[in-house]
Protein backbone atom coordinates (compact mmCIF):
# COMPACT_ATOMS: atom_id res chain seq x y z
CA UNK A 1 0.00 0.00 0.00
CA UNK A 2 1.10 3.58 -1.07
CA UNK A 3 0.20 6.41 0.59
CA UNK A 4 -0.36 9.94 -0.99
CA UNK A 5 -0.11 13.52 0.36
CA UNK A 6 -3.61 15.82 0.19
CA UNK A 7 -1.26 18.47 -1.54
CA UNK A 8 0.64 17.43 -4.16
CA UNK A 9 2.26 14.25 -6.10
CA UNK A 10 4.72 13.10 -3.07
CA UNK A 11 3.82 8.54 -3.10
CA UNK A 12 5.44 7.01 -0.36
CA UNK A 13 5.40 3.74 1.32
CA UNK A 14 3.26 3.49 5.13
CA UNK A 15 6.98 2.64 6.81
CA UNK A 16 8.05 6.07 5.35
CA UNK A 17 4.54 7.67 5.68
CA UNK A 18 4.92 6.91 9.64
CA UNK A 19 8.63 7.44 9.98
CA UNK A 20 8.04 11.45 8.21
CA UNK A 21 4.83 12.06 9.98
CA UNK A 22 4.28 14.41 7.40
CA UNK A 23 4.44 15.06 3.82
CA UNK A 24 7.32 17.37 2.26
CA UNK A 25 5.01 19.54 0.74
CA UNK A 26 3.17 20.07 4.05
CA UNK A 27 0.10 17.99 3.13
CA UNK A 28 -0.87 14.81 4.91
CA UNK A 29 -0.39 11.34 4.28
CA UNK A 30 -3.42 9.20 2.93
CA UNK A 31 -4.00 5.79 1.33
CA UNK A 32 -3.84 5.23 -2.55
CA UNK A 33 -6.85 3.50 -2.13
CA UNK A 34 -9.42 2.25 0.55
CA UNK A 35 -8.90 -1.30 1.63
CA UNK A 36 -11.78 -3.45 1.79
CA UNK A 37 -13.15 -5.38 4.61
CA UNK A 38 -15.77 -8.29 3.56
CA UNK A 39 -18.48 -9.87 4.91
CA UNK A 40 -16.61 -12.92 5.46
CA UNK A 41 -13.70 -11.20 7.49
CA UNK A 42 -16.13 -9.24 9.78
CA UNK A 43 -17.38 -12.79 10.60
CA UNK A 44 -13.75 -14.37 11.32
CA UNK A 45 -13.73 -11.10 13.36
CA UNK A 46 -16.19 -11.91 15.33
CA UNK A 47 -13.73 -14.33 17.06
CA UNK A 48 -10.97 -12.99 17.47
CA UNK A 49 -9.99 -10.52 20.68
CA UNK A 50 -9.28 -6.97 20.10
CA UNK A 51 -5.87 -7.33 19.36
CA UNK A 52 -6.35 -9.82 16.74
CA UNK A 53 -8.95 -7.55 15.16
CA UNK A 54 -6.66 -4.34 15.45
CA UNK A 55 -4.05 -6.06 13.81
CA UNK A 56 -6.56 -7.24 11.29
CA UNK A 57 -7.43 -3.40 9.67
CA UNK A 58 -3.79 -2.79 10.54
CA UNK A 59 -2.17 -5.19 7.96
CA UNK A 60 -4.97 -4.22 5.71
CA UNK A 61 -2.80 -0.93 5.27
CA UNK A 62 0.44 -1.49 6.57
CA UNK A 63 1.27 -4.45 3.86
CA UNK A 64 5.02 -4.59 4.61
CA UNK A 65 4.72 -4.91 8.20
CA UNK A 66 4.96 -8.56 8.90
CA UNK A 67 2.12 -10.37 10.16
CA UNK A 68 2.83 -12.26 12.85
CA UNK A 69 5.13 -9.05 14.47
CA UNK A 70 2.22 -6.61 14.29
CA UNK A 71 0.10 -8.93 16.12
CA UNK A 72 2.67 -9.48 19.00
CA UNK A 73 2.99 -5.77 18.56
CA UNK A 74 -0.86 -5.01 19.17
CA UNK A 75 -1.29 -7.42 21.91
CA UNK A 76 1.70 -6.27 23.89
CA UNK A 77 0.54 -2.95 23.43
CA UNK A 78 -3.02 -3.52 25.01
CA UNK A 79 -1.57 -5.72 27.74
CA UNK A 80 -0.63 -2.42 29.34
CA UNK A 81 -4.58 -1.91 29.59
CA UNK A 82 -6.61 -1.72 32.78
CA UNK A 83 -9.34 -4.17 31.06
CA UNK A 84 -8.77 -7.57 29.15
CA UNK A 85 -10.77 -5.82 26.25
CA UNK A 86 -8.94 -2.64 25.93
CA UNK A 87 -12.23 -1.18 23.92
CA UNK A 88 -15.84 -2.45 25.51
CA UNK A 89 -18.82 -1.90 24.15
CA UNK A 90 -21.15 -1.31 27.07
CA UNK A 91 -25.57 -1.36 26.60
CA UNK A 92 -27.32 1.82 27.96
CA UNK A 93 -30.36 0.61 26.63
CA UNK A 94 -31.97 -0.88 23.53
CA UNK A 95 -30.42 1.28 20.47
CA UNK A 96 -28.35 3.52 22.57
CA UNK A 97 -24.14 2.32 23.27
CA UNK A 98 -21.09 3.68 24.69
CA UNK A 99 -18.16 2.48 23.09
CA UNK A 100 -15.29 2.81 26.04
CA UNK A 101 -12.11 4.04 25.23
CA UNK A 102 -10.01 5.24 27.77
CA UNK A 103 -9.20 2.02 29.78
CA UNK A 104 -5.19 2.42 28.81
CA UNK A 105 -2.58 3.67 30.43
CA UNK A 106 -3.38 7.38 30.20
CA UNK A 107 -7.19 6.76 30.66
CA UNK A 108 -7.79 8.61 27.10
CA UNK A 109 -9.08 7.35 23.50
CA UNK A 110 -5.40 8.24 22.36
CA UNK A 111 -3.82 5.28 23.54
CA UNK A 112 -5.46 3.37 21.47
CA UNK A 113 -3.23 4.53 18.83
CA UNK A 114 -0.37 5.99 20.30
CA UNK A 115 0.34 2.36 22.65
CA UNK A 116 1.26 0.96 19.24
CA UNK A 117 2.51 4.03 17.38
CA UNK A 118 6.51 3.16 18.85
CA UNK A 119 6.15 -0.31 17.61
CA UNK A 120 4.89 1.17 13.88
CA UNK A 121 7.50 3.40 14.37
CA UNK A 122 10.75 1.82 14.78
CA UNK A 123 9.79 -0.81 12.68
CA UNK A 124 9.69 1.82 10.18
CA UNK A 125 12.69 2.89 10.97
CA UNK A 126 14.05 -0.40 10.05
CA UNK A 127 11.99 -1.21 6.93
CA UNK A 128 13.28 2.62 5.64
CA UNK A 129 16.72 2.19 6.51
CA UNK A 130 16.77 5.22 8.69
CA UNK A 131 19.87 5.33 10.67
CA UNK A 132 19.48 8.81 12.57
CA UNK A 133 17.91 8.74 16.35
CA UNK A 134 14.00 10.16 15.94
CA UNK A 135 12.70 13.50 17.65
CA UNK A 136 8.79 13.40 18.15
CA UNK A 137 6.80 16.74 18.34
CA UNK A 138 3.15 16.54 19.28
CA UNK A 139 0.63 19.73 19.95
CA UNK A 140 -1.23 18.73 22.73
CA UNK A 141 -4.54 20.12 23.99
CA UNK A 142 -4.56 17.70 26.61
CA UNK A 143 -4.89 13.69 26.09
CA UNK A 144 -2.44 13.06 23.55
CA UNK A 145 0.51 14.68 24.98
CA UNK A 146 0.57 12.31 28.27
CA UNK A 147 -0.42 9.18 25.99
CA UNK A 148 2.72 10.16 23.52
CA UNK A 149 5.01 10.96 26.62
CA UNK A 150 3.54 7.44 27.85
CA UNK A 151 3.93 5.39 24.68
CA UNK A 152 7.74 6.61 23.63
CA UNK A 153 9.88 7.01 27.21
CA UNK A 154 12.59 5.32 27.77
CA UNK A 155 12.68 4.21 23.86
CA UNK A 156 15.88 3.57 22.77
CA UNK A 157 16.91 6.28 19.81
CA UNK A 158 13.87 7.91 20.26
CA UNK A 159 13.08 11.50 22.25
CA UNK A 160 9.66 12.76 22.65
CA UNK A 161 8.48 16.22 23.29
CA UNK A 162 5.33 17.86 24.06
CA UNK A 163 3.57 21.21 23.88
CA UNK A 164 0.79 22.45 25.83
CA UNK A 165 -1.44 25.71 26.07
CA UNK A 166 -0.44 27.03 29.40
CA UNK A 167 -4.04 27.78 30.31
CA UNK A 168 -5.85 25.36 27.84
CA UNK A 169 -5.74 22.10 29.59
CA UNK A 170 -7.48 20.61 32.96
CA UNK A 171 -5.69 20.51 36.43
CA UNK A 172 -4.92 16.52 36.24
CA UNK A 173 -4.14 16.68 32.42
CA UNK A 174 -1.40 18.85 33.27
CA UNK A 175 -0.28 16.70 36.45
CA UNK A 176 -0.03 14.06 33.97
CA UNK A 177 2.42 15.11 31.34
CA UNK A 178 4.29 17.14 33.97
CA UNK A 179 4.89 14.36 36.14
CA UNK A 180 6.31 11.83 33.02
CA UNK A 181 9.96 10.36 34.37
CA UNK A 182 11.87 8.91 31.66
CA UNK A 183 15.45 9.75 30.30
CA UNK A 184 14.17 10.76 26.81
CA UNK A 185 10.51 13.06 27.36
CA UNK A 186 10.29 16.84 27.78
CA UNK A 187 7.29 19.02 28.20
CA UNK A 188 6.56 22.77 27.53
CA UNK A 189 4.21 25.14 28.12
CA UNK A 190 2.82 27.47 25.52
CA UNK A 191 1.72 30.65 26.06
CA UNK A 192 -1.69 30.89 24.12
CA UNK A 193 -4.38 27.96 22.97
CA UNK A 194 -4.05 24.53 21.33
CA UNK A 195 -3.96 26.13 18.29
CA UNK A 196 -0.71 28.06 18.37
CA UNK A 197 0.87 25.20 19.56
CA UNK A 198 -0.39 23.32 17.04
CA UNK A 199 0.69 26.15 14.16
CA UNK A 200 4.25 26.03 15.73
CA UNK A 201 4.95 22.39 15.16
CA UNK A 202 3.63 22.41 12.16
CA UNK A 203 5.99 25.48 11.18
CA UNK A 204 8.86 23.43 12.55
CA UNK A 205 8.04 20.90 10.32
CA UNK A 206 7.65 22.79 7.38
CA UNK A 207 10.70 24.68 7.66
CA UNK A 208 14.08 23.15 5.91
CA UNK A 209 16.25 25.14 8.18
CA UNK A 210 14.83 23.88 11.59
CA UNK A 211 14.99 20.75 9.92
CA UNK A 212 19.07 20.94 8.69
CA UNK A 213 19.63 22.13 12.26
CA UNK A 214 18.05 18.85 13.98
CA UNK A 215 19.60 16.62 11.00
CA UNK A 216 23.39 18.59 11.86
CA UNK A 217 22.43 16.99 15.46
CA UNK A 218 21.64 13.68 13.95
CA UNK A 219 17.91 13.89 14.18
CA UNK A 220 14.83 13.11 12.08
CA UNK A 221 11.53 14.83 13.18
CA UNK A 222 8.13 13.19 13.38
CA UNK A 223 4.78 13.39 14.93
CA UNK A 224 2.73 11.78 17.73
CA UNK A 225 -0.48 13.85 16.35
CA UNK A 226 -2.95 12.59 14.55
CA UNK A 227 -1.66 14.47 11.64
CA UNK A 228 0.90 11.17 11.14
CA UNK A 229 -1.01 8.29 9.44
CA UNK A 230 0.28 5.77 12.05
CA UNK A 231 -1.91 7.27 14.48
CA UNK A 232 -4.86 7.62 12.55
CA UNK A 233 -5.14 4.13 11.13
CA UNK A 234 -5.29 2.05 14.50
CA UNK A 235 -8.11 3.88 15.65
CA UNK A 236 -10.27 2.53 12.51
CA UNK A 237 -10.10 -1.04 14.26
CA UNK A 238 -12.27 -0.07 17.07
CA UNK A 239 -15.40 0.86 14.83
CA UNK A 240 -14.96 -2.29 13.32
CA UNK A 241 -14.14 -3.89 16.72
CA UNK A 242 -17.86 -2.27 17.62
CA UNK A 243 -19.95 -3.01 14.87
CA UNK A 244 -18.58 -6.92 15.85
CA UNK A 245 -19.52 -6.75 19.47
CA UNK A 246 -23.05 -5.90 18.66
CA UNK A 247 -23.20 -8.90 15.94
CA UNK A 248 -21.77 -10.95 18.39
CA UNK A 249 -24.40 -10.36 21.03
CA UNK A 250 -27.14 -10.30 18.46
CA UNK A 251 -28.28 -6.70 18.62
CA UNK A 252 -27.82 -6.07 14.81
CA UNK A 253 -27.70 -8.72 11.50
CA UNK A 254 -25.13 -8.28 9.50
CA UNK A 255 -25.96 -4.77 7.05
CA UNK A 256 -27.68 -2.96 9.30
CA UNK A 257 -26.23 0.09 9.37
CA UNK A 258 -24.89 2.03 12.74
CA UNK A 259 -24.49 5.52 14.06
CA UNK A 260 -21.32 6.41 15.80
CA UNK A 261 -21.22 9.58 18.25
CA UNK A 262 -17.87 11.03 18.67
CA UNK A 263 -16.83 14.18 20.47
CA UNK A 264 -14.47 15.77 18.20
CA UNK A 265 -11.81 18.68 17.77
CA UNK A 266 -9.15 18.07 15.72
CA UNK A 267 -11.16 15.51 13.84
CA UNK A 268 -9.29 12.55 13.49
CA UNK A 269 -11.58 10.39 15.89
CA UNK A 270 -14.33 10.59 13.64
CA UNK A 271 -12.09 10.93 10.27
CA UNK A 272 -11.12 6.51 11.78
CA UNK A 273 -15.37 6.53 11.39
CA UNK A 274 -15.46 7.72 7.67
CA UNK A 275 -12.54 5.19 6.85
CA UNK A 276 -13.93 2.26 8.57
CA UNK A 277 -17.33 3.08 6.40
CA UNK A 278 -14.99 3.71 3.60
CA UNK A 279 -13.88 0.10 3.90
CA UNK A 280 -17.02 -1.35 3.86
CA UNK A 281 -18.48 -0.84 7.34
CA UNK A 282 -21.96 -0.48 7.30
CA UNK A 283 -21.69 2.79 8.89
CA UNK A 284 -25.06 5.12 8.96
CA UNK A 285 -24.56 8.60 9.98
CA UNK A 286 -21.16 10.32 11.95
CA UNK A 287 -22.83 12.22 14.55
CA UNK A 288 -20.04 15.18 14.79
CA UNK A 289 -20.26 16.60 18.26
CA UNK A 290 -18.42 20.16 19.10
CA UNK A 291 -18.21 22.19 22.31
CA UNK A 292 -18.65 26.38 22.03
CA UNK A 293 -15.90 26.22 19.53
CA UNK A 294 -18.25 25.17 16.71
CA UNK A 295 -16.35 25.61 13.56
CA UNK A 296 -16.92 22.67 12.69
CA UNK A 297 -20.73 22.45 12.87
CA UNK A 298 -20.68 25.25 11.21
CA UNK A 299 -18.86 24.26 8.38
CA UNK A 300 -21.26 21.03 8.00
CA UNK A 301 -24.00 23.09 7.78
CA UNK A 302 -23.30 25.63 5.47
CA UNK A 303 -19.35 24.81 3.58
CA UNK A 304 -17.30 27.81 4.41
CA UNK A 305 -14.89 26.88 7.25
CA UNK A 306 -14.01 29.75 9.07
CA UNK A 307 -11.61 29.84 12.20
CA UNK A 308 -11.36 33.92 12.42
CA UNK A 309 -13.96 33.54 15.50
CA UNK A 310 -13.74 33.61 19.22
CA UNK A 311 -11.36 31.28 20.98
CA UNK A 312 -13.61 29.71 24.50
CA UNK A 313 -11.86 27.73 27.25
CA UNK A 314 -14.23 25.43 27.91
CA UNK A 315 -14.81 21.97 30.61
CA UNK A 316 -14.05 20.07 27.52
CA UNK A 317 -10.78 21.35 26.77
CA UNK A 318 -9.34 18.75 24.28
CA UNK A 319 -12.05 19.74 22.14
CA UNK A 320 -10.76 24.05 22.44
CA UNK A 321 -9.73 23.24 18.63
CA UNK A 322 -10.08 26.29 15.83
CA UNK A 323 -7.60 24.49 13.24
CA UNK A 324 -8.85 20.76 12.90
CA UNK A 325 -5.85 19.17 11.26
CA UNK A 326 -7.74 16.24 9.87
CA UNK A 327 -10.54 17.68 8.20
CA UNK A 328 -7.76 18.30 5.53
CA UNK A 329 -8.05 14.18 4.91
CA UNK A 330 -11.76 14.57 4.51
CA UNK A 331 -11.45 17.78 1.75
CA UNK A 332 -9.20 15.46 -0.24
CA UNK A 333 -11.69 12.99 -0.49
CA UNK A 334 -14.72 15.51 -1.00
CA UNK A 335 -12.37 16.93 -4.14
CA UNK A 336 -12.21 14.06 -5.49
CA UNK A 337 -8.76 13.37 -4.38
CA UNK A 338 -7.64 17.01 -6.11
CA UNK A 339 -4.25 17.84 -4.11
CA UNK A 340 -3.87 20.98 -6.01
CA UNK A 341 -7.47 22.16 -4.82
CA UNK A 342 -6.98 20.91 -1.41
CA UNK A 343 -3.44 22.29 -1.30
CA UNK A 344 -5.49 25.98 -2.79
CA UNK A 345 -7.91 25.59 0.52
CA UNK A 346 -5.10 24.78 2.84
CA UNK A 347 -3.38 28.30 1.60
CA UNK A 348 -6.15 30.07 1.81
CA UNK A 349 -6.83 28.72 5.76
CA UNK A 350 -3.17 29.42 6.70
CA UNK A 351 -3.42 33.12 4.75
CA UNK A 352 -6.93 34.31 5.65
CA UNK A 353 -8.44 31.89 7.86
CA UNK A 354 -11.18 30.57 5.59
CA UNK A 355 -12.06 28.69 2.57
CA UNK A 356 -15.47 27.07 1.34
CA UNK A 357 -16.21 23.96 -0.86
CA UNK A 358 -19.12 23.30 -3.05
CA UNK A 359 -22.35 22.83 -2.98
CA UNK A 360 -22.32 19.25 -4.20
CA UNK A 361 -19.83 18.99 -1.28
CA UNK A 362 -21.66 20.14 1.24
CA UNK A 363 -24.73 17.92 0.20
CA UNK A 364 -22.20 14.98 0.22
CA UNK A 365 -20.95 15.93 3.44
CA UNK A 366 -24.18 16.15 5.14
CA UNK A 367 -25.34 12.46 3.67
CA UNK A 368 -22.78 10.85 6.14
CA UNK A 369 -22.30 13.77 8.81
CA UNK A 370 -24.29 14.77 11.17
CA UNK A 371 -23.21 18.25 13.19
CA UNK A 372 -24.07 20.15 16.31
CA UNK A 373 -22.53 21.58 19.23
CA UNK A 374 -22.89 22.24 22.98
CA UNK A 375 -22.83 24.56 25.30
CA UNK A 376 -21.36 24.52 28.65
CA UNK A 377 -24.79 24.19 30.41
CA UNK A 378 -25.81 21.42 27.71
CA UNK A 379 -22.80 19.29 28.58
CA UNK A 380 -23.59 19.87 32.55
CA UNK A 381 -27.35 19.10 31.73
CA UNK A 382 -26.42 15.68 29.92
CA UNK A 383 -23.77 14.73 32.09
CA UNK A 384 -26.46 14.87 35.10
CA UNK A 385 -29.37 14.06 33.65
CA UNK A 386 -27.41 10.45 32.26
CA UNK A 387 -26.69 9.43 35.35
CA UNK A 388 -29.38 10.53 37.02
CA UNK A 389 -31.27 8.23 34.73
CA UNK A 390 -28.84 5.11 34.08
CA UNK A 391 -26.34 5.83 36.75
CA UNK A 392 -23.09 6.15 34.24
CA UNK A 393 -21.29 8.81 34.85
CA UNK A 394 -19.15 10.37 31.63
CA UNK A 395 -16.53 12.93 31.26
CA UNK A 396 -17.35 16.13 29.84
CA UNK A 397 -16.21 15.31 26.01
CA UNK A 398 -18.98 12.58 26.42
CA UNK A 399 -21.37 14.24 27.41
CA UNK A 400 -20.77 17.06 24.53
CA UNK A 401 -21.68 14.10 22.12
CA UNK A 402 -24.52 12.56 24.22
CA UNK A 403 -25.82 16.15 24.06
CA UNK A 404 -25.78 16.17 20.52
CA UNK A 405 -27.09 12.96 20.66
CA UNK A 406 -29.98 14.29 21.72
CA UNK A 407 -30.51 17.18 18.94
CA UNK A 408 -29.76 14.33 15.63
CA UNK A 409 -32.14 12.24 17.42
CA UNK A 410 -35.22 14.76 17.91
CA UNK A 411 -33.87 15.84 13.40
CA UNK A 412 -35.12 12.09 12.97
CA UNK A 413 -38.25 12.62 15.03
CA UNK A 414 -38.86 16.04 12.81
CA UNK A 415 -38.03 14.72 9.80
CA UNK A 416 -39.85 10.79 10.33
CA UNK A 417 -36.53 9.30 9.44
CA UNK A 418 -35.10 5.83 10.06
CA UNK A 419 -33.22 5.22 13.02
CA UNK A 420 -30.34 2.95 13.69
CA UNK A 421 -28.75 2.11 16.71
CA UNK A 422 -26.11 4.69 17.98
CA UNK A 423 -22.54 4.13 19.56
CA UNK A 424 -21.54 7.01 21.49
CA UNK A 425 -17.35 7.36 21.46
CA UNK A 426 -16.70 8.02 25.20
CA UNK A 427 -13.00 9.59 24.98
CA UNK A 428 -11.23 10.28 28.22
CA UNK A 429 -12.36 8.63 32.39
CA UNK A 430 -15.03 10.93 33.78
CA UNK A 431 -11.62 11.21 36.50
CA UNK A 432 -9.51 13.21 34.25
CA UNK A 433 -11.84 15.93 34.23
CA UNK A 434 -12.94 15.53 38.46
CA UNK A 435 -13.62 19.25 39.13
CA UNK A 436 -15.60 19.49 36.19
CA UNK A 437 -17.40 16.62 36.41
CA UNK A 438 -18.41 16.65 40.31
CA UNK A 439 -19.81 20.38 39.24
CA UNK A 440 -22.16 18.24 36.70
CA UNK A 441 -23.40 15.74 39.45
CA UNK A 442 -24.05 17.50 42.14
CA UNK A 443 -23.55 21.29 41.44
CA UNK A 444 -20.59 21.50 44.32
CA UNK A 445 -16.86 23.32 42.92
CA UNK A 446 -13.66 22.00 44.33
CA UNK A 447 -10.36 23.43 43.85
CA UNK A 448 -8.47 19.92 44.15
CA UNK A 449 -8.00 17.69 41.77
CA UNK A 450 -8.22 14.63 43.98
CA UNK A 451 -11.13 15.77 46.42
CA UNK A 452 -12.81 15.74 43.52
CA UNK A 453 -11.53 12.38 42.42
CA UNK A 454 -12.41 11.37 45.63
CA UNK A 455 -16.08 12.75 45.95
CA UNK A 456 -16.95 11.11 42.40
CA UNK A 457 -15.95 7.82 43.84
CA UNK A 458 -18.08 8.30 46.76
CA UNK A 459 -20.97 8.86 44.44
CA UNK A 460 -21.09 6.46 41.79
CA UNK A 461 -18.40 3.91 43.15
CA UNK A 462 -16.84 3.79 40.01
CA UNK A 463 -13.42 2.64 40.05
CA UNK A 464 -10.21 5.48 40.46
CA UNK A 465 -7.57 4.48 37.48
CA UNK A 466 -4.16 3.09 39.14
CA UNK A 467 -2.50 5.68 36.99
CA UNK A 468 -4.13 8.69 38.06
CA UNK A 469 -3.96 7.75 41.82
CA UNK A 470 -0.41 7.40 41.65
CA UNK A 471 0.10 11.32 40.23
CA UNK A 472 -0.88 12.79 43.60
CA UNK A 473 2.45 11.90 44.87
CA UNK A 474 4.80 12.71 42.11
CA UNK A 475 6.87 15.74 41.76
CA UNK A 476 6.45 18.15 39.08
CA UNK A 477 8.98 17.88 36.66
CA UNK A 478 8.69 20.29 33.54
CA UNK A 479 7.52 23.98 34.70
CA UNK A 480 9.12 26.12 31.61
CA UNK A 481 6.57 28.26 29.61
CA UNK A 482 7.31 30.13 26.25
CA UNK A 483 5.83 31.90 23.73
CA UNK A 484 5.34 30.49 20.36
CA UNK A 485 8.14 31.76 18.55
CA UNK A 486 10.41 29.90 21.20
CA UNK A 487 9.37 26.56 20.53
CA UNK A 488 12.01 25.65 18.10
CA UNK A 489 14.84 26.72 20.23
CA UNK A 490 13.00 24.43 23.11
CA UNK A 491 13.38 21.71 20.57
CA UNK A 492 16.63 22.50 19.27
CA UNK A 493 17.91 23.14 23.06
CA UNK A 494 16.54 19.24 23.81
CA UNK A 495 18.19 17.62 21.01
CA UNK A 496 21.28 18.33 22.38
Given at each position: ?216 KGYKLSSANSINIGRLIPQV ?89 NLERLIFELSGRNAQVTAER ?151
Open positions: MQFLSTRGEERVTGARAIVQGIAQDGGLFVPERFPQVSEEEISQMLEMDYPERAALILGKYFDEYDGGKLLEAVRAAYSRFETDDAAPLVRIEDGTYILELFHGPTCAFKDMALTVLPYLLAEGCRLTGVKEKILILAATSGDTGKAALEGFKDAEGVKVMTFYPEEGVSKMQKLQMCTTEGNNVNVVAVKGNFDDCQAGVKRIFASEECNKQLAEAYYFSAYCDLLSSGQISYGDKVDFAVPTGNFGNILAAYYAKQMGLPVGKLVCASNRNNVLTDFFRCGTYDSKRPFFKTMSPSMDILVSSMQALSEKGKYSVTREEVKEMQEVFFAGCASEDDTVESIYEFFIEYGYPMDTHTGVAMSVVGAYKKSLEDENAEEHPIVVVSTASPYKFPQDVLYALTGNDVKDSYKGVKRINLLTAMKVPECLKAIRYKEILFKKVVTPQKMFDEVLAFAD
